[in-house]
């Protein structure tokens, strides 16, 4: 299985979450009801096997929008509070990390 994840936002100050984000709740350092991967990062997103049978929609779809909110400094909606809050406690990857998802892998 493959799972998204993020650092623990409760790594860092209170002061470090946006008040536009009060669901995140930290405890003694540890986010609130968070499901944690076996090496202790947040999981947010499960990835299932590719299955063309199935209904899908392809990234590039949302290209153009994705460019035109970075253009506009990503200055309104969710996403960019979800960036700073995921963004308090960076993920620091492994060399051998680099290899993940790479054809022959």
Do not use: T
């Not at 299985?1 to 009060?22: E, H, R, T």
């Not at 929609?57 to 979800?82: L, P, T, V, W």
Request: hydrophobic share 30%; charged share 25%; net charge negative.
């Amino acid at each position: 299985m493959s799972f998204l994840v993020i650092g623990n936002p409760c790594d860092g100050s209170k002061d470090d979450i946006p008040w536009q984000a009060p669901e995140v709740i930290c405890n003694d350092g540890e986010l609130e009801k968070a499901i944690l991967s076996d090496n202790g990062y947040i999981i947010i997103s499960l990835f299932f096997p590719f299955d063309e049978n199935q209904k899908h929609q392809d990234e590039d779809i949302y290209a153009d929008h994705c460019e035109q909110r970075k253009q506009m400094g990503y200055n309104s909606g969710m996403g960019e509070i979800f960036r700073k809050v995921a963004g308090i406690s960076p993920i620091e990857l492994r060399a051998e990390c680099n290899n993940i998802n790479k054809p022959g892998k």
